[in-house]
């Protein structure tokens, strides 16, 4: 059995339980009792007890400058409008230095930007404190309307975009199923990519999922047909130009580039779950020939499909 992966979280005076109890959640928690959680989740900080927003105390498990010793470093958002607590972005330095993965929540980048740690990658924060961000670390590529980057370190945006990037964690170590699990636990999508927008601009979220669902659950009873932008137009009841102006206002990407991901999406949970072949899973996720699938998912994924299974196939949760 695989070594557990630890996770160090640390706390400072006036981070909020909000930000603190996602990645525990998300992370740390014995969803399913008859197996460990999928991370050893510790709180990092002041063994004497942090003050956070509102009056509570924490106890951390293990003091701040021990940071280096967990696998991945996760900073939840802090008051970025205040000095940074200087213990804190010199155990960020040494975690980093050590090659700890490192990830932030939200306001949390500021703390790895302040650390050095963001300079030439390029990264996500709230969209309401990007202008001080961009203003005070110039040498950071800030992307304000993703909901999380990753590029090398990990980033997000605000709030709810912190469980997107902790299933992100999940799906990269534990494969797709796993992060399905949790997703269906935590009562959210499975999967919302990084490059969608932070926020939408007319739409409520809650119409947004739902055009979103009724086209995701056309799509897939269509894979094997030739899916043009046309058609998908069609299904959703609207010109190409409208639906294209949609996708990019809604989710930041087009039409086309969607339907790639969600045959990827499918394969991935097909490679986990199931022993089918190579060629009958290219066939279920709609591929015309095998050797698209295989080149196109090894694009979009970074392995060859056959690796992604020994990789995941015997770890789903």
Not at 27 to 44: E, I, Q
Not at 96 to 109: E, F, H, I, K, P
Not at 139 to 147: F, G, S, T
Request: glycine share 6%.
């Amino acid at each position: 059995m695989p070594k557990q992966r630890s996770i160090a979280i640390p706390v400072v005076d006036g981070m909020t339980l909000f930000e603190i109890g996602m990645p525990l959640e998300a992370l740390g928690y014995d969803w399913d009792r008859d197996a460990s959680p999928l991370y050893d989740v510790a709180l990092y900080g002041d063994l004497r007890g942090v003050r956070v927003h509102g009056g509570p105390r924490l106890m951390p498990q293990r003091p701040l400058a021990a940071l280096a010793e967990a696998d991945t470093v996760l900073v939840p958002a802090i008051r970025p409008d205040e000095p940074i607590d200087e213990a804190l972005v010199r155990a960020l330095r040494r975690a980093a230095a050590a090659d700890v993965r490192m990830v932030s929540l939200c306001t949390g980048a500021f703390a790895l930007a302040e650390a050095g740690i963001l300079d030439g990658h390029r990264a996500t924060t709230h969209w309401r404190w990007a202008d001080l961000f961009q203003r005070t670390y110039p040498a950071v590529e800030l992307d304000a309307r993703a909901i999380y980057v990753d590029d090398g370190p990990l980033t997000s945006a605000g709030s709810a975009a912190g469980l997107d990037l902790c299933l992100h964690l999940i799906r990269t170590d534990h494969g797709q199923q796993a992060a399905n699990t949790i997703a269906r636990n935590l009562v959210i999508a499975a999967h919302r990519d990084g490059d969608q927008a932070q926020y939408v601009a007319a739409d409520p979220l809650t119409e947004q999922a739902h055009w979103l669902d009724e086209l995701r659950a056309w799509l897939r009873s269509h894979l094997h047909e030739d899916i043009t932008l046309e058609r998908l137009a069609q299904a959703a009841a609207a010109s190409p130009r409208t639906l294209a102006r949609r996708f990019q206002r809604d989710l930041a990407t087009t039409p086309m580039r969607w339907v790639a991901a969600e045959r990827i999406a499918i394969a991935k949970t097909l490679l986990e779950t199931t022993d089918l072949s190579l060629d009958r899973i290219s066939h279920e996720a709609g591929y015309y020939s095998p050797v698209t699938f295989r080149a196109s998912f090894t694009s979009e994924v970074g392995i060859t499909p056959g690796r992604y299974r020994r990789r995941f196939a015997s770890r789903t949760a």
